[in-house]
Protein backbone atom coordinates (compact mmCIF):
# COMPACT_ATOMS: atom_id res chain seq x y z
CA UNK A 1 0.00 0.00 0.00
CA UNK A 2 1.51 3.34 -1.16
CA UNK A 3 2.35 5.41 1.57
CA UNK A 4 0.18 8.21 1.11
CA UNK A 5 -2.53 5.81 0.96
CA UNK A 6 -2.08 4.88 4.89
CA UNK A 7 -1.76 8.57 5.55
CA UNK A 8 -4.95 9.01 4.27
CA UNK A 9 -6.85 5.31 5.73
CA UNK A 10 -5.15 7.06 9.18
CA UNK A 11 -6.61 10.47 8.69
CA UNK A 12 -9.64 8.66 8.43
CA UNK A 13 -9.62 6.93 11.40
CA UNK A 14 -8.63 10.34 13.22
CA UNK A 15 -11.42 12.52 11.94
CA UNK A 16 -13.96 10.29 13.75
CA UNK A 17 -15.24 10.11 16.56
CA UNK A 18 -12.51 9.05 19.16
CA UNK A 19 -14.62 6.19 20.26
CA UNK A 20 -12.66 2.99 22.20
CA UNK A 21 -12.11 1.72 18.86
CA UNK A 22 -10.10 4.99 18.05
CA UNK A 23 -8.04 4.23 20.86
CA UNK A 24 -7.18 0.61 20.51
CA UNK A 25 -5.96 1.88 17.37
CA UNK A 26 -4.00 4.72 18.32
CA UNK A 27 -0.74 2.78 18.53
CA UNK A 28 -0.42 1.48 15.15
CA UNK A 29 -1.75 4.58 13.92
CA UNK A 30 1.37 6.51 15.38
CA UNK A 31 3.78 3.90 13.92
CA UNK A 32 1.95 3.69 10.24
CA UNK A 33 1.55 7.30 9.84
CA UNK A 34 4.36 9.26 11.49
CA UNK A 35 2.81 12.53 9.95
CA UNK A 36 -0.08 12.31 12.22
CA UNK A 37 2.37 12.02 15.84
CA UNK A 38 1.54 15.23 16.57
CA UNK A 39 -2.18 14.27 16.96
CA UNK A 40 -1.74 10.71 18.06
CA UNK A 41 0.71 11.87 20.50
CA UNK A 42 -1.78 14.26 22.04
CA UNK A 43 -4.65 11.74 21.76
CA UNK A 44 -2.78 9.20 23.87
CA UNK A 45 -2.36 11.57 26.74
CA UNK A 46 -5.82 12.86 26.45
CA UNK A 47 -8.10 11.13 29.08
CA UNK A 48 -10.61 9.33 26.54
CA UNK A 49 -14.08 11.46 27.55
CA UNK A 50 -12.56 14.86 27.33
CA UNK A 51 -11.39 13.65 23.36
CA UNK A 52 -14.47 12.79 22.83
CA UNK A 53 -16.04 16.43 24.25
CA UNK A 54 -13.42 17.88 22.64
CA UNK A 55 -14.56 16.18 19.42
CA UNK A 56 -17.68 17.24 19.64
CA UNK A 57 -16.79 20.98 20.28
CA UNK A 58 -14.93 21.20 17.32
CA UNK A 59 -16.87 19.33 14.91
CA UNK A 60 -20.61 18.61 15.98
CA UNK A 61 -21.73 22.43 17.20
CA UNK A 62 -21.69 24.61 14.10
CA UNK A 63 -20.64 24.29 10.71
CA UNK A 64 -17.51 26.37 11.24
CA UNK A 65 -15.83 23.19 11.07
CA UNK A 66 -17.90 20.88 8.92
CA UNK A 67 -16.42 18.22 7.89
CA UNK A 68 -18.53 17.59 5.45
CA UNK A 69 -16.94 18.79 2.27
CA UNK A 70 -19.98 19.69 -0.24
CA UNK A 71 -20.71 22.15 2.45
CA UNK A 72 -17.64 24.81 2.09
CA UNK A 73 -18.87 24.39 -1.78
CA UNK A 74 -22.26 24.71 -1.59
CA UNK A 75 -23.20 25.75 1.92
CA UNK A 76 -27.02 24.92 2.64
CA UNK A 77 -28.66 25.30 -0.74
CA UNK A 78 -30.60 22.65 -2.90
CA UNK A 79 -27.22 22.83 -5.21
CA UNK A 80 -25.29 20.45 -2.22
CA UNK A 81 -28.02 17.52 -3.08
CA UNK A 82 -26.51 17.41 -6.60
CA UNK A 83 -22.81 17.22 -5.10
CA UNK A 84 -23.76 14.37 -2.76
CA UNK A 85 -24.76 12.68 -6.18
CA UNK A 86 -21.46 13.30 -7.68
CA UNK A 87 -19.78 11.75 -4.61
CA UNK A 88 -21.55 8.66 -4.61
CA UNK A 89 -21.30 8.34 -8.78
CA UNK A 90 -17.95 8.17 -7.81
CA UNK A 91 -17.64 5.87 -5.30
CA UNK A 92 -20.04 4.01 -7.91
CA UNK A 93 -17.21 4.17 -11.03
CA UNK A 94 -14.68 2.77 -8.96
CA UNK A 95 -17.09 -0.15 -7.86
CA UNK A 96 -18.21 0.78 -4.48
CA UNK A 97 -21.69 1.50 -3.09
CA UNK A 98 -21.74 4.15 -0.23
CA UNK A 99 -23.90 2.76 2.54
CA UNK A 100 -22.23 4.78 5.51
CA UNK A 101 -24.31 6.36 8.37
CA UNK A 102 -23.09 9.40 7.37
CA UNK A 103 -23.24 11.33 3.93
CA UNK A 104 -20.74 10.75 1.39
CA UNK A 105 -18.63 13.51 1.07
CA UNK A 106 -17.67 13.12 4.78
CA UNK A 107 -14.09 13.87 4.96
CA UNK A 108 -13.11 10.48 6.41
CA UNK A 109 -15.58 9.00 4.20
CA UNK A 110 -13.40 10.39 1.29
CA UNK A 111 -10.24 9.97 2.69
CA UNK A 112 -11.14 6.03 3.29
CA UNK A 113 -12.60 5.96 -0.64
CA UNK A 114 -8.85 7.32 -1.38
CA UNK A 115 -6.78 5.15 0.20
CA UNK A 116 -9.02 2.65 -1.07
CA UNK A 117 -8.66 3.64 -4.40
CA UNK A 118 -6.02 5.93 -4.97
CA UNK A 119 -8.49 8.10 -6.61
CA UNK A 120 -7.83 11.64 -5.18
CA UNK A 121 -10.31 13.43 -7.62
CA UNK A 122 -12.75 14.24 -5.03
CA UNK A 123 -9.85 15.86 -2.46
CA UNK A 124 -8.56 17.66 -5.58
CA UNK A 125 -12.10 19.04 -6.21
CA UNK A 126 -12.34 20.11 -2.55
CA UNK A 127 -9.16 21.70 -1.79
CA UNK A 128 -10.48 25.13 -1.82
CA UNK A 129 -12.45 23.58 1.34
CA UNK A 130 -10.11 20.75 2.93
CA UNK A 131 -7.87 24.51 3.15
CA UNK A 132 -10.31 26.53 4.53
CA UNK A 133 -11.02 23.97 7.07
CA UNK A 134 -7.49 23.23 8.23
CA UNK A 135 -7.27 27.25 8.45
CA UNK A 136 -9.91 27.36 10.65
CA UNK A 137 -8.97 24.56 12.41
CA UNK A 138 -5.45 25.97 13.35
CA UNK A 139 -7.08 29.42 14.36
CA UNK A 140 -9.17 27.39 16.69
CA UNK A 141 -6.19 25.92 18.18
CA UNK A 142 -7.08 22.33 17.94
CA UNK A 143 -4.86 19.46 17.37
CA UNK A 144 -7.40 18.17 14.70
CA UNK A 145 -5.52 21.27 12.35
CA UNK A 146 -2.16 18.84 12.36
CA UNK A 147 -4.43 16.10 10.69
CA UNK A 148 -5.61 18.58 7.93
CA UNK A 149 -2.10 19.86 7.27
CA UNK A 150 -0.92 16.24 6.93
CA UNK A 151 -3.81 15.78 4.44
CA UNK A 152 -3.23 18.63 2.69
CA UNK A 153 0.69 18.65 2.44
CA UNK A 154 0.35 15.22 -0.18
CA UNK A 155 -2.77 16.42 -1.69
CA UNK A 156 -2.31 16.87 -5.67
CA UNK A 157 -2.71 19.95 -6.96
CA UNK A 158 -5.59 19.60 -9.52
CA UNK A 159 -2.98 19.02 -12.38
CA UNK A 160 -1.18 16.69 -10.72
CA UNK A 161 -1.77 12.72 -10.53
CA UNK A 162 -0.86 10.84 -7.80
Not at 103 to 114: G, M
Not at 120 to 149: I, K, N
Request: hydrophobic share 40%; charged share 25%.
Amino acid sequence: MPSYAVLYQAAALCLTYPDDDFRARLPLLREAAPQLREFTDHAAVTPAQELAAHYVQVFDFKNRHSLYLSWWQDGDTRRRGMSLVRFKDVYRAAGLEFTGEELPDFLPAVLEFASRTGNTDLLTEHRDGLEQLRSRLTAFGTPYASVLDAVCAILPTRTGVR
